[in-house]
């Protein structure tokens, strides 16, 4: 649409044509790139802001364009991301010498435990002690650790692989599934993980940072390292592991942030 020059009101420049332009096209473009400040601009932001939440259901507290979005962005990452892409990894004197502590959901309790209960189907579960998985070939790596918040860390993990695990303990017909879950031993953090990201040839089980033993703000004894995620899926404090073919609950997905959380 052409406007008036402001100084000049009678006259219209060209500028201002091509810029509108061009804004509108980005727009357009931003929105079929699923981009979320695209659907804002095209729909409004109050509008976006002001829309129902989502029915609540394994993923909640998220208006219903954004989860759309988040939803769809699932969808493409998992499509597009070669199967075997790797978290870009650091030299040792990289890590951090103290690693900082964010997040204790789950980690308040008295229950910790020396070993975690794996559900391998729903009338069976088995432990698996610390030691036990300390006997399988140890992973180690530094990577570049990333909160939601906005804060990232370089970090040495030391840990069993998910996939050396699955095979020691012959779950191939449960990593069939679609979803691990996980929750700490009170129930109060849970997260769900996509097969794929789980048995990433990165996903630790992991029980050391800077090569000793986990403290318990760090998750002793056991927590995940998936560091093809943000923060908030690496789980501390593992008391369950469980297969399903559905979503499993994920705490922060209940509270409006993306299922998926990959980077
Ligand atoms: N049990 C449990 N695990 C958790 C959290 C938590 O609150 N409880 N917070 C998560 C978040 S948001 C981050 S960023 C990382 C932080 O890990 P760190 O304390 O080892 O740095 O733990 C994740 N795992
Ligand atoms: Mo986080």
Redesign the pocket.
Known sequence: MLKPNKENPQRFTEGELVSEKSIKRRTFLSFFGFGIAGVAAYFGWSDLYHEPLETKGVTAGARQTLRGVLNANEQVFNKTLPAGHLAKTYPLSAAAKV?????????AGSDINNWIDVIISPGQTIKVTLEELKSLPKTEHVVD?R???GWD?IMHWGGVKFSDFIKHYQLDKQAAMEYVGLH?PDNK?YVGIDMASALHPQTLLCYE?NGKPLSQ???YPL?LIIPVKY??K????IGTLYFSNQRPPDYWAENGYDYYSGL
Not at 234 to 237: H, S
């Open positions: 690693p900082r502590v964010n997040g204790d959901i789950g980690l650790f909160c939601v918040e860390q700490t953090y940072l703000d760090h998750g927590r923060g908030i690496n789980l501390k404090r």
